[in-house]
């Protein structure tokens, strides 16, 4: 798509009205980040697989495009942000939401789903960014959201697949940060904590089969743990995307935002023990240079 073809919007509508571009808005998290921007009114563009769901959990309102998307696809992205322009003939923030969830013990999780997890969660970010900054570059601003996870900032057991594709978008939106700053384009990781969303409900969750003895009695613990989970998360993914509106209004959003109490306890912990690692060996770590003098 040639970047000529975007015209950026009066400077009145920039100020006074925002378009939003949402991944997996049919539901869970998008669906409620989506409600959130057409609540404050901005004009939203919702995306998914299937985008008649996605209309149907929105409901009827003339600021509202629903698009097909799969961040899989890089096709899907171009044409996705096109119909987005061609609509509003903007995109002022742009949330990477869309995802899933392969868990298990990493010697049971098949090379393939390892991949369609990070084929999902780190490069469909990645496709729907790509097919957006030509439009963020030509306005001159913009911020680009995606949605993380403290398994971001802290891996753990039966979450490597996960985990992998997070920290990937961490190093990924992180790096991306100053390499768009000078286009008045800006980018937020938003780290979620557990939510009361749709992520561990079956449509979203998928287990690695149990085939390896060793690992059966911590993966029936686990699986039972989290299945039990699921609707009783602490976390109110309403506030979480009120408090998304907020951010995208401030002249100088964060890098990262630690989404709920839970996320904020992660953050000081990596803190604390990566301090503690450094320390660990300072000595044997500050005498690893040549001694050329």
């Known amino acids: 798509m040639p970047e000529q073809d975007y015209q950026a919007g009066p400077t009145e509508s920039r100020i006074e009205k925002q378009v939003w571009f949402v991944t997996g808005a049919g539901r869970g998290m998008g669906t409620d980040i989506a409600k959130a921007a057409l ?42 942000v096109q119909a987005a322009v061609d609509r509003f003939g903007r995109i002022d923030v742009l949330v990477n939401n869309a995802g899933n969830f392969y868990a298990g013990f990493f010697e049971e999780i098949s090379p393939e789903d390892f991949r369609a997890q990070i084929e999902t969660t780190m490069f469909g970010p990645m496709n729907v960014t790509r097919a957006a900054l030509p439009v963020l570059r030509a306005q ?122 839970d996320a904020v306890g992660v953050f000081e912990q990596r803190a604390k023990a990566l301090r503690a690692q450094a320390e660990a060996h300072r000595h044997l770590s500050s005498n690893l240079a040549y001694n050329d003098a």
């Open 140 to 261: 001159r601003s913009g911020l680009v959201v995606t949605i993380s996870s403290t398994a971001g900032i802290a891996g753990g057991e039966f979450l490597t697949a996960y985990a992998a594709s997070k920290f990937g978008v961490e190093g990924w939106a992180e790096s991306l940060a100053p390499e768009i700053a000078p286009f008045g384009i800006r980018t937020m990781l938003v780290e979620p904590g557990f939510f009361r969303t749709e992520l561990l409900t079956p449509e979203s969750t998928s287990y690695a089969e149990s085939t390896i003895e060793d690992y059966a009695e911590r993966t029936e613990q686990t699986v039972t743990a989290w299945k039990s989970m699921n609707g009783l998360q602490g976390g109110d993914p309403a506030k979480l995307a009120d408090a998304l509106i907020r951010l995208a209004e401030l002249e100088d959003p964060p890098l990262r935002f630690a989404a709920g109490l």
């Open 39 to 80: 609540a404050a009114g901005h004009g939203v563009v919702a995306t998914g697989r299937n985008p008649e769901k996605v209309a149907e959990a929105l409901g009827e309102n003339e600021d509202l495009l629903a698009v097909t998307l799969d961040v899989t696809d890089p096709d899907d992205a171009k044409a996705a």
